[in-house]
T-cell receptor, first 114, second 110 residues
Framework: KAGVTQTPRYLIKTRGQQVTLSCSPISGHRSVSWYQQTPGQGLQFLFEYFSETQRNKGNFPGRFSGRQFSNSRSEMNVSTLELGDSALYLC?????????????FGPGTRLTVL | AQSVTQLDSQVPVFEEAPVELRCNYSSSVSVYLFWYVQYPNQGLQLLLKYLSGSTLVKGINGFEAEFNKSQTSFHLRKPSVHISDTAEYFCAVTVNDMRFGAGTRLTVKP
């Protein structure tokens, strides 16, 4: 069974631009969560989607948004990029919502904002 | 809200020595606790989790952790480490959303 895939793996953008990251969960998994990992702030929860609905959201500004499609694939978008948005963005999938279930993480998308 | 503190940012040990990675949490309600491992350029992999029941939890790769409610701790242990255990380890707690500790870099030296 294929694991969680994230595209692209690496991305370089400039301040003010917007970016869209994609995540394909493990087949059969309907819950997708997104995390931001930085050296300064560590791993921080962004949001969780299940059945195309956002179930939970972390403490991030409105520039960060996401969505989930009917096939459970998810995208996250960051608008008006700032230097501080440079990070590794991790996607995780699980069979059902609620993060007590085992989450399977993708390798991440490394975003660099210049 | 819940929070997690990993007490050591770096832990160097020699191969075949025992290791303990310390994790304390705070929460006003019952929590679920996890340990994840992250190898270079990879995502996180679940080592073990505590949801309820026995306070001693066994995980993959020979790791185990003990939930101590009175001390609000969930320390990770392995009796004999290998070079391949070199990685970043994250303790996490969840009530509504998952909160991670800052991570402990375990370096196993030959």
């Amino acid at each position: 069974k294929a694991g969680v895939t994230q595209t692209p793996r690496y991305l370089i953008k400039t301040r003010g631009q917007q970016v869209t990251l994609s995540c394909s969960p493990i087949s059969g998994h309907r819950s997708v969560s997104w995390y931001q990992q930085t050296p300064g702030q560590g791993l921080q929860f962004l949001f969780e989607y299940f059945s195309e609905t956002q179930r939970n959201k972390g403490n991030f500004p409105g520039r960060f948004s996401g969505r989930q499609f009917s096939n459970s694939r998810s995208e996250m978008n960051v608008s008006t990029l700032e230097l501080g948005d440079s990070a590794l963005y991790l996607c995780a999938s699980s069979l059902s919502p609620g993060q007590i279930n085992e989450q399977f993480f993708g390798p991440g998308t490394r975003l660099t904002v210049l | 809200a819940q929070s997690v503190t990993q007490l050591d940012s770096q832990v160097p040990v020699f191969e075949e020595a025992p290791v303990e990675l310390r994790c304390n949490y705070s929460s006003s309600v019952s929590v679920y606790l996890f340990w994840y491992v992250q190898y270079p350029n990879q995502g996180l992999q679940l080592l073990l989790k505590y949801l309820s029941g026995s306070t001693l939890v066994k995980g993959i790769n020979g790791f185990e952790a003990e939930f101590n409610k009175s001390q609000t701790s969930f320390h990770l242990r392995k009796p004999s480490v290998h070079i391949s255990d070199t990685a970043e380890y994250f303790c996490a707690v969840t009530v509504n959303d998952m909160r991670f500790g800052a991570g402990t870099r375990l370096t196993v030296k030959p």
